[in-house]
Every structure is written in C-alpha cells, then in structure tokens.
C-alpha cells in the first residue's frame, strides 16, 4: 500500500492491542506498516505475534547497559536503523527515554485504559485501572489514545470512548468491555494521527 509509515510498537504483555493494530495495518486501515515490535519482556506473548507477522522484534531492557544514556542511544539506533517515524506504545510499562520522546514529538501515541486524566499515572495500568475506577464510584469507564511526553499518561487526549459502568462490575468484566473500545479506537486515532488529521500540536 502506498504511503505508509514505519510504525514501532512497544509492548510488555499478551499484545492483544498490537494484534488490533497488525489487523489494521493488513486490512488497510492503518496508514502504516509494522516493522519492528519492542518489548520490555522477553516472555511477552506479543513477540509471537509479532514473530507470526514476519515482524522483527527487539527485547529492550535498560538494565543491560552500562548507563541509561547508552541504553537510550541503542534503541534510538534501532529506531533510526529501521527508519521508524511513528511510535505506539500497546501495553508498555516502562517510560520512554526522554531523548526518544523529544525526537518523535507529537509522533508517539499511548492507549490507556480508563478516561484520562482520571486513573492514570504511575503504577496505574491493567486491573489496577480498572480497580481504581470501581472503587471511585465512577459510573463510566473507556479507553483513552493521547500523545507521549515525559510524564506517565499526561500527553494531549488524541481520542477517547466511554463504556457504562454495570452494577456488579469486577475489574475482569470492566476490563474486557474497555479492551474491546481500545481495539476499536486505537488503530483509528493512529491512522487520524499519521494522517494528520488531529491538531497534535
């Protein structure tokens, strides 16, 4: 398909998001071809579904370099070495280093599970979201796709979608209606971000 970014994906987990995304990008409705999947866990099952795609993957973890500076400058290599221009970040718990998100201003996306900027933060990611909100008393819920800076969830909100909270609700149940809003809205604010659709200014 023709004009199509390079698109990294970084994950830590199971990689369902990524799977949306991959989906998106082969049926042609993500602008964007995957050509590298990061994650922070060598036992993340993300790396097979990338590795099913035929997409190269990469197990970045900070503390096998001497220094933070020297981890930073591998993986911005790595980036530089597959021509990425815009990143996702699908379940990545880790903070990006700063002079990664200083190069890909405005071109790093994030799908969170709650309505930002309630629930979010450090420590604040998978049933820990979704405990919280319960015990909020909130009476909504969603997923939330914003751009990437220097602090946990607190880039601009790109696209969100809200779901009800149901009487009975457990963090399990809440999780799997928010998942299903994460794979709708993800690939469709990626695609209105390379497009330059949305004001990411």
């Known amino acids: 398909m023709p004009g199509r970014v390079n698109l990294a994906v970084f994950i830590s987990g199971g990689g369902t998001n990524l799977q949306s995304l991959i989906d998106a990008a082969n049926e042609g409705r993500l602008s964007a071809k995957i050509v590298l999947v990061v994650s922070s866990r060598s036992d993340a099952f993300g790396l097979e579904r990338a590795k099913r ?30 021509g990425i221009e815009f990143i996702a970040l699908a379940g990545y718990l880790k903070m990006i280093p700063p002079a990664i998100v200083k190069k890909y201003k405005n071109r790093i996306a994030n799908i969170h599970p709650a309505l930002l900027p309630k629930h979010g933060g450090k420590g604040m990611y998978g049933h820990f979201v979704h405990e919280a909100v319960l015990a909020s008393g909130d009476t909504e819920s969603g997923a939330t796709v914003h751009l990437v ?8 909100i790109l696209m969100q979608e809200k779901v009800p909270i149901i009487h009975g609700d457990t963090a399990e149940t809440l999780a799997e209606r928010v998942l299903r809003i994460e794979h709708k809205i993800y690939p469709l604010a990626l695609e209105s971000l390379i497009k330059g659709i949305l004001n990411n200014g």
């Open 149 to 156: 800076d220097e602090v946990y969830d607190h880039g601009k």
């Open 53 to 82: 795609d035929d997409i190269d993957t990469f197990v970045f973890k900070s503390r096998n370099y001497p220094t933070e500076a020297d981890a930073s400058k591998h993986l911005m290599d790595l980036l530089d070495e597959y």
